[in-house]
């Protein structure tokens, strides 16, 4: 397992690893266009060369990112690649100095495990004015929203980034 930024060969993988969640109901769909534009937003994790997971990092503002579209492929779950691209993603947002991320998501054990704590959706108007306006369940949303206070943690994820990929802690992919 590798975990990096995406390059733009990574946005079909991507597109395809969205597009199979979305079909679900389990993501808001994301277009190639829409992708490609975000790409600096993006990590993958990839194998042999092929888009495993990905997950994206939206900043909202110097304070604040959003935990989103994190897809992973279905001949790899359980394995760990969910949270170590999620571990990724804290880590990067770390390096980048922003001191709180949040995610609405269904897999709220998921995110506990991960250090996030529940919390209510009214924190976040930015989310609901940019993505709730315009997704077809808003009425009866079932996401429960999450969040992880950075600023209080030790850079403790860069070490779990580097294990995931395999290398000492003073080597990352991510940065």
């Known amino acids: 397992m590798i ?31 829409s992708i490609a534009e975000t790409l600096a937003d993006w990590l993958v994790a ?3 060369g092929v888009v495993m997971a990905c997950v994206a990092l939206l900043p909202y503002s110097e304070n604040l990112a959003e935990v989103r579209s994190l897809a992973v492929n279905g001949a790899v ?9 999620v571990a990724a993603a804290i880590a990067e947002a ?10 609405l998501t269904r897999a709220v ?13 009214v924190f976040f108007p930015e989310k ?3 993505d709730c306006n315009i997704c077809p369940v808003r009425e009866c949303c079932d996401e429960t929203a999450v969040v992880l206070q950075l600023d209080s943690l030790p850079h403790l994820y860069a070490d779990k980034l580097a ?8 080597s990352s992919a991510v940065g």
Do not use: C
Request: hydrophobic share 45%.
């Open 128 to 130: 609901v004015w940019r």
């Open 46 to 48: 990839e194998q042999a």
């Open 94 to 103: 770390q390096r980048r100095g922003i001191p709180m991320l949040f995610a």
């Open 77 to 85: 779950h359980g394995q760990g690649w969910g949270a170590a691209i």
């Open 163 to 170: 294990a995931a990929n395999g290398v000492g802690a003073s």
């Open 3 to 33: 975990i990096r930024p995406a390059v733009a060969a990574d946005v079909a993988g991507i597109h395809g690893l969205v597009t199979e969640y979305s079909g679900r109901g389990d993501l808001l769909p994301r277009t190639v266009e």
């Open 109 to 121: 054990p998921f995110f506990v495990r991960a250090g996030f704590a529940i919390t209510d959706k």
